[in-house]
């Protein structure tokens, strides 16, 4: 991805259009994913007359071996959808933002000749501007007219992290049902915390007590992000938000198996999490949540690889036991619902029964359930730790 480099933006390339990378079909796979079951669970309820998906980078619509953009893949998702039919007392709106002249009118292009006519419902803009300008706008218009905003994921996917601003992203934030997806060059930072070119502009990013601890730590301690998620909660406290923020990361690694970036989800709410991290677990091959370019099997016909629950299972389970044992310590009786809330909420991990199973083989815990089928774990029931 990397052509060259300047003060924190990463120079992918200068052409209208460019090749694409595994693992960013990996990245519009999650995308894809979660658009297609975060559509119907807000407009299937009737209770929410507009969803709103906007792109910060949008790009040209299209990569040069005729792959599709995020824009393209979002509206596709939606337009196309197999539930489509209970959307139509919802307005889907879709703003796309480009800075550069020659992507947006690509864009514009491709839309039409791939996406085709929309329904009515379905709506987009293309805002030839850039990000946290035009994002500043329309906070400040909501703000300034007292408006709230809609059910919104907001796609941040910048080359680089010159465009990462806290301020902008803590007030999308603000409002309550808000989601952030980011591209965050966690590999770059990483690589360039010790270049004068870069300093600057990752100051805007860390203390310098934190980029003192950057330096001096391993890449597998992943500082980078951890402090950047710290931050950027800290802003979001700063508002008055006391919502408590979920968040799932995606690593993705270069053809020569060096970190590129993380997919950093963020949101309030429990159950987008568990959205989320179903795409991320089956944009893997093996639920680790990455994806390198270095292994990828071009003659693999789909990204999504289920593998075998036996390569993760034993792992969440010790983890999700450790998570429970330090909470509840041992022989205190534990309800199934509280165990899976848990799971779902407060772990890396989606819910399976086999998590449990695991445990219960293992003799780990024991489980107080009448009438219950092999390897079921019913909400009537409880468990206790041994």
Not at 91 to 117: M, P, Q, S, Y
């Amino acid at each position: 991805m990397d052509k060259g480099s300047f003060g924190g933006v990463i120079n992918a390339n200068d052409d209208t259009v460019w090749e694409i990378s595994p693992h960013t079909a990996a990245k519009h796979s999650i995308l894809k994913k979660y658009i297609q079951a975060w559509a119907p669970i807000l407009a299937q309820g009737s209770y929410h007359r507009r969803l709103v998906y906007i792109d910060g980078f949008a790009g040209p619509g299209e990569y040069k071996n005729g792959e599709d953009g995020s824009p393209i893949i979002v509206l596709k998702a939606i337009k196309e959808h197999q539930l489509r039919g209970n959307f139509r007392n919802t307005e889907f709106v879709n703003i796309f933002i480009e800075k550069r002249d020659d992507r947006a009118k690509n864009l514009e292009r491709v839309i039409k000749e791939r996406v085709g006519t929309l329904p009515s419902w379905i709506k987009y803009e293309i805002k030839h501007s850039e990000f946290n300008t035009e994002m500043k706008q329309i906070l400040n218009e909501l703000e300034s007219e007292g408006k709230n905003l809609a059910p919104c994921l907001c796609f941040v996917d910048p080359f680089g992290w010159n465009d990462i601003d806290y301020e902008i992203l803590s007030n999308i934030m603000k409002y309550e049902k808000a989601e952030l997806l980011i591209t965050f060059m966690a590999g770059y930072l990483e690589r360039f915390v010790w270049d004068p070119i870069h300093i600057s502009s990752i100051k805007r990013l860390y203390s310098d007590e934190q980029i003192q601890k950057i330096r001096e730590s391993s890449n597998e301690e992943n500082l980078v992000t951890k402090y950047f998620l710290e931050n950027l909660t800290e802003n979001i406290r700063k508002l008055g938000i006391k919502d408590r923020l979920f968040n799932i990361s995606f690593a993705t690694y270069n053809n020569h198996n060096r970190l590129e970036y993380y997919l950093i989800y963020l949101t309030k709410s429990c159950k987008g999490l568990e959205v989320m991290k179903s795409a991320m677990f089956f944009s893997a091959k093996d639920g680790s949540y990455k994806f390198s370019d270095f292994d990828f099997d071009p003659a693999q016909k789909t990204l999504i690889d289920y593998g075998q629950e036996s390569d993760w299972v034993i792992g969440a389970s010790e983890e999700i036991y450790q998570l429970l044992l330090t909470r509840f310590g041992k022989g205190r009786s534990i309800p199934i619902p509280t165990v899976k809330s848990i799971v779902k909420c407060e772990s890396k991990w989606m819910f399976k029964n086999d998590i449990l199973a695991e445990m219960e083989d293992s003799k780990r815990i024991n489980v107080f359930v009448d009438k219950r089928r092999k390897r079921t774990f019913p909400d009537r029931g409880y468990i206790t730790l041994n």
